[in-house]
């Protein structure tokens, strides 16, 4: 009697499971793709993402799309003759509220069939929109049904979407007599376009659901059956049930063609299995590929022999590498005891021809943009930084920065919009380095301003002229206020006025507050005075300056802050977002709306940031 009960308690532990087992299934399993293998699964209703595995190994990497949640969806009504009169009306009825139902992400399009099909909407429409659209709908005034050009049509719009998730709802009373494609064309069509069909038929006295049940089938779809019109609602409700269970599942498979997989999909309390045979072998698909190659090359044996030829060619390209080296190394021992002069008379002739060649280009870009005013002003900008380039070479560098960045984006497969960014931002690095460059360097001239202006006071106190003065700011200063009073002595012994030469030193270092002091020296020297005192008063004026600046500086520091949070915090958001949940941030990236949106976010930053830079800056 115990062992009864106890197994009475086993075999009701067993069914609840055996219950939810049931409720999941794996409905289909396209594998034309290869070797991207996409699966429709069947989850219980309220059940979490699904596990996958591929002969008992968990797919790590897998795609995941509850169609319930966001999808793409052709809804192809047949308005032939057969259905005039009542039932066109409920089953257009039918798709009005099934297109009411849909979310708020979803995309509804409507494709009618009758001698011919016909888009109704656009590529991205909304459920309030497709409901609109076939309010008026009417039966075609010419004899025929074109139920596969139909969904040829639905599944070339679906390939058109972004969305991953995407099914065809077809809804007909009668077989296909006027189409252009065939029961096969429809078939790989919505395979090409990794869409699921749902057939419902209207049972009539002429109407044969096979063709139906086989769209359905080869797809990962589901057919049903009305037998009057006025069933549709109810149907189109079962289908919007079932469509919130339906998982599409896409993984790239390491199995070779011809190898048979077993697949298991699974939730917390259902889980779902099924095991298929790549089509074809790995012969036969080389063949098809290629028939230049034979057949066993692709078995082990083949990849035996083209791993051992590929390690030979790699160690005999190494051999000759290192070859190679030990010549040079020879070479270079010995070229200082014989025929020196030919050897590096050669290698000087190298060096000269590339040279040679690199001038003339950097030459050609700068007889471009001579006349450009935002290349004179990069000109600039290079000489205040202090760096030993040419304007033709800076714009080099960022057109091989940008290329680069656009090159790596692009082989990664990044949004066309993404590319054109960071391409944009490897035109502009090298050009902002540059930048940062000059205001470090502008900021430690400013820095030693004063004290170099008391030096020349010093100078001229003990009884030295300006050009000895300017001579022991050379000699005692530091960088890079020595290096460009060193210059401006140069342009005075090459013949330059004193004064345009430090016109020129204050136009080229470009702060203010040395233009402020040359401008009084020049007066100064002009009506005459004593320099000495002049220049203990513009110090000072100078020293009080960058503390007013400075201390501004520190009360303007939390705006600023403010200012690069506000900036910085979209791009943050959307950067998290799209790492937690790319579907979401899908259609943002991947759509022309979601393009309009980030170039109008973008310019809408940039015009934030300019304002709030405008108010939390100050120019003394």
């Known amino acids: 009697m115990k062992r009864a009960v106890l197994v009475v308690a086993a075999v009701a532990a067993l069914l609840p499971a055996a219950a939810t087992s049931a409720t999941s299934r794996i409905q289909a399993v396209d594998t034309t793709g290869f070797p991207s293998v996409r699966i429709t699964y069947v989850a219980p209703l309220g059940s979490g993402t699904p596990r996958l595995t591929e002969n008992g190994h968990p797919v790590t990497s897998y795609q995941a799309v509850n169609l319930g949640r966001t999808k793409s969806v052709m809804v192809a009504i047949d308005r ?48 309030a929109e497709a409901r609109d659209q076939i309010a008026g709908l009417t039966v075609d005034s010419k004899a025929g049904t074109a139920l596969y050009d139909a969904i040829v049509l639905s599944a070339d719009r679906l390939g058109q979407d972004p969305r991953p998730g995407r099914a065809i709802v077809v809804v007909s009373d009668g077989a296909d007599v006027s189409s252009t494609h065939s029961l096969s064309d429809a078939v790989k069509a919505a395979q090409h376009a990794h869409a699921a069909i749902y057939t419902i038929g209207i049972a009539g006295p002429d109407f044969t659901s096979d063709a139906l049940r086989q769209l359905a089938s080869e797809t990962g779809g589901s057919y049903r059956q009305a037998s009057s019109s006025s069933q549709l609602a109810q149907t189109y409700t079962q289908l919007r049930d079932e469509l919130a269970r339906t998982w599409q599942l896409s993984y790239l498979t390491s199995a070779r063609p011809g190898q048979q997989i077993s697949l298991a999909a699974s939730t917390q309390h259902a889980v779902a299995r099924s095991t298929i045979t790549l089509a074809g072998s790995s012969g036969q698909a080389a063949q098809t590929a290629n028939g230049l190659i034979p057949s066993p090359a ?6 035996l022999l083209i791993g051992l030829a590929v390690g030979a060619l790699i160690l005999l390209s190494c051999g000759f590498w290192f070859a190679a080296q ?150 005692e200063g530091a960088e890079p206020a020595a290096d460009e009073f060193q210059r401006v002595l140069s342009e005075t012994q090459l013949g330059k006025p004193m004064d345009d030469a430090l016109a020129h030193m ?104 300019l304002m709030l830079r405008k108010i939390a800056s100050f120019r003394g």
């Open 298 to 303: 692709y078995g082990g044996v083949g990849t």
């Open 506 to 609: 204050a136009e080229r270092v470009g702060s203010s507050n040395l233009t402020f002091v040359i401008t009084a020296v020049t007066i100064q020297r002009q009506i005459g005075g004593s320099l000495a005192g002049l220049f203990d008063m513009v110090a000072e004026t100078v020293r009080q300056r960058q503390q007013f600046a400075r201390k501004v500086r520190s009360l303007t520091a939390m705006g600023r802050m403010s200012a690069y949070v506000l900036v910085g915090l979209p791009f943050f958001m959307a950067a998290i977002v799209t790492l937690m949940n790319p579907t979401y941030m899908s259609p943002l990236w991947h759509t022309g709306p979601g393009h309009t949106m980030v170039i109008s976010g973008l310019v809408m930053i940039g015009l934030g940031s």
């Open 326 to 475: 030990r010549d040079n190394r020879l070479k270079r021992r010995i070229e200082p005891h014989i025929a020196g002069s030919q050897v590096k008379g050669a290698k000087a002739r190298r060096q000269e021809a590339r040279a040679a060649t690199r001038t003339r280009f950097i030459d050609s870009i700068e007889n471009i943009f001579a006349d450009v005013k935002q290349f004179k002003r990069l000109e600039q900008l290079i000489e205040r930084a202090d760096l030993p380039l040419r304007p033709g070479e800076l714009l080099a560098i960022c057109a091989g920065c940008g290329f680069g960045l656009g090159l790596i984006a692009a082989v990664l497969a990044f949004p066309a919009l993404l590319i054109l960014i960071l391409m944009g931002v490897g035109v502009t690095l090298p050009i902002s380095y540059v930048a940062w460059k000059a205001r470090g360097r502008l900021r430690r001239f400013e820095n030693q301003l004063p004290d170099l202006l008391i030096t020349l006071a010093a100078s001229l106190k003990a009884g030295h002229s300006f050009r000895q003065g300017i001579q022991s700011v050379v000699e």
């Open 80 to 127: 032939s003759q057969s259905m005039k009169g009542r039932p066109l009306a409920n089953a257009v009825s039918a798709v009005q509220q099934f297109a009411a139902s849909a979310g708020a992400s979803d995309h509804v399009g409507v494709v009618v069939f009758g001698r011919s099909a016909v888009s109704l909407t656009r590529l991205a429409t909304s459920g």
